[in-house]
């Protein structure tokens, strides 16, 4: 059975590749979502990309996809990462791993993106990578 990569993406990364080039690229969640969906096929899985400025949408879709039986969730949470305790309860309480990712190095940056609720539940974290953290996600979800 091809099983499914949930990536997920919190708020404002629907302006990705229009705003702040020098911090986040010039690529578009549409052109990530097009180097995943190749990378993906390549590995026997299929990935499931969306992105919402809502929190309650990020909980119902993590868990959607233990409800799913996803392989894994790619987790960009955006700013909600420094600040959602719910996210953080939503993400303790689904058994699928969770791999947090960011485009940026939040510990390099602001004081107030240096602490993360998504990673104190996540599996393992990719930051810093530019978008092809994404990709670095997704393979590290093919072994699981
Ligand atoms: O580096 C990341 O991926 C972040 O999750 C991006 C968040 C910001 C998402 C907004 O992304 C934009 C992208 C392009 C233009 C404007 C915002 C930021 O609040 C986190 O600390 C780190």
Known sequence: MTQTVYVLNGPNLNLLGTREPEIYGSDT???????????????????EMRQSNHEGHLIDWLHEAQADGARAVILNAGAYTHTSLALYDAIRSITTPVIEVHISNPAAREDFRHHSYVGMAAKGAITGMGVYGYELALEAAARF
């Open 29 to 47: 969640l549409d052109d990530v979502a097009a180097r995943l969906d190749e990378r993906a096929s390549a590995l026997g899985l299929v990935i």
